[in-house]
């Protein structure tokens, strides 16, 4: 389908850049606006679907079948700059809130992991609407009824540990983050050292006793504003400091297969699943197209992008249109102008990309069989 492959180029390439692959690989011309189209269409779709998942999970009557007693979850958020109306309504940026969720971790190679049947969800909307969101996409893949331990891991921000319900719930605070902050308010390497041993020893009233009382004493009035900004921060996130496998919590046995490792692979997914798609390149975004284009990129991070997009593109174009682009091109047609005029493949080189030549299963002729 057309759709399908609209659909996996731009999660990696620009409108432009779509229109003009899929004109030059498939010789059907498809304008920018065109791409744009179907692209809206889809999120649109796929919006109404997450709602109707994120209803369905509050009736506690969610359609997931994978079982797992164990769940994990890391939730942050990347601002986006903002366009038009929504740039004068809301400011320059808007903050996207990004959640995923996960069994476990699976050995794929020699010291390399992957995330086992990750869920991805993403939107600009207030925190509450997004947890019944995230919590309906939980649903959507996993049998819920069955974990009975779910750990969060997070940066702290409010609207993240709010999600946090029951009392098998866990939340940690993401360790990139808490390093971090060590680092960027501790100057002095001794206290830098020290504050590291007590959080490693698990000392977490020690820590901010220490940081404390060092506090109180330096007379540098930077070093002092510095550490009471890293004494409240980890004072609002005690619970968190510790890592969840360093609490000797009853934690269930992981399915076979699978290994539980520490957290914190949030950053590394703000990037591969939003940031490297809608940031830089001076993208600007109107909150629904950014939204409907999130759909995309997290159902790609979630593994089901073409299958999503192949149920549901009849409903989303329409019967006429969707049989129109099933149809392939015949060579007499593809010979001549389609759509504005494009002769496909005329002056058409293929992409010397290989995502690209792998999406549309292109080989190289000394491969072709005859």
């Known amino acids: 389908l057309l759709a399908e492959k609209i659909a996996e180029s731009i999660c990696k390439a620009t409108y432009r850049g779509t229109s003009e692959m899929i004109s ?3 010789g059907q011309r498809v304008s920018q606006t ?40 890391e939730q942050d958020g990347v601002y986006l700059n903002l366009q038009g109306k929504d740039r004068k309504e809301n400011g320059k940026k808007a903050e996207m809130k ?22 991805a969800v993403a939107s600009i909307e207030k925190a509450d609407k997004f947890c ?17 331990m779910r750990v969060l891991n997070g940066d702290g921000a409010k609207w993240i540990k709010r999600s946090i319900k029951g009392e098998n719930a866990f939340y940690q605070l993401d ?11 501790v100057q002095d390497e001794e206290i830098r050292t020290q504050i590291f041993e007590f959080l490693y020893s698990e000392d977490t009233e020690g820590m901010l006793e220490y940081i404390e009382a060092v506090r109180n004493s330096v007379e540098d009035m930077k070093q002092q504003e510095d550490l009471e900004q890293l004494l409240k921060y980890f004072t609002n996130n005690k619970e968190g400091l510790v890592c969840y496998n360093r609490r000797g919590l009853d934690i269930p046995e992981a399915k076979e297969g699978l ?28 909150i629904k197209g950014g939204n409907n284009l999130a759909k995309l990129l997290t159902l790609k991070a979630s593994k089901c992008l073409n299958e999503t997009i192949a149920n549901i593109t009849p409903i989303v174009l329409g019967e006429t ?24 493949y005329a002056s058409a080189p ?11 299963k292109i080989k190289p002729f000394s491969d072709l069989k005859f």
């Open 24 to 26: 030059e690989l498939t």
């Open 34 to 73: 065109g791409v744009w189209n179907v692209v809206q269409a889809l999120g649109r779709k796929l919006d109404n679907r997450e709602l109707q998942n994120a209803k369905a999970a509050e009736r506690s009557a969610g359609k997931g079948k994978l079982e797992t007693k164990v769940l994990f979850e």
């Open 98 to 119: 990004v959640a995923i969720a996960y069994e476990g971790c699976e050995k794929t190679g020699k010291n390399r992991y992957e995330l086992s049947n990750k869920v």
């Open 132 to 148: 019944v969101r995230k919590e309906g996409a939980i649903a959507e893949k996993y049998n819920v009824d069955e974990i009975l």
């Open 175 to 185: 360790p990139f983050h808490r390093n971090k902050a060590i680092r960027e308010y």
């Open 259 to 286: 290994e539980y490792r520490n957290m914190g692979t949030m950053e590394s997914n703000i990037f591969t699943i939003i940031g490297n798609r809608m940031k830089g390149r001076r993208a600007n975004w109107s």
């Open 321 to 344: 249109y969707s049989q129109e682009i099933k149809s392939p091109l015949t060579a007499a047609k593809s010979l001549c102008s389609v759509g504005s005029g494009y002769n496909g």
């Open 350 to 360: 293929i992409p010397n990309l290989p995502w690209a030549k792998g999406l549309f």
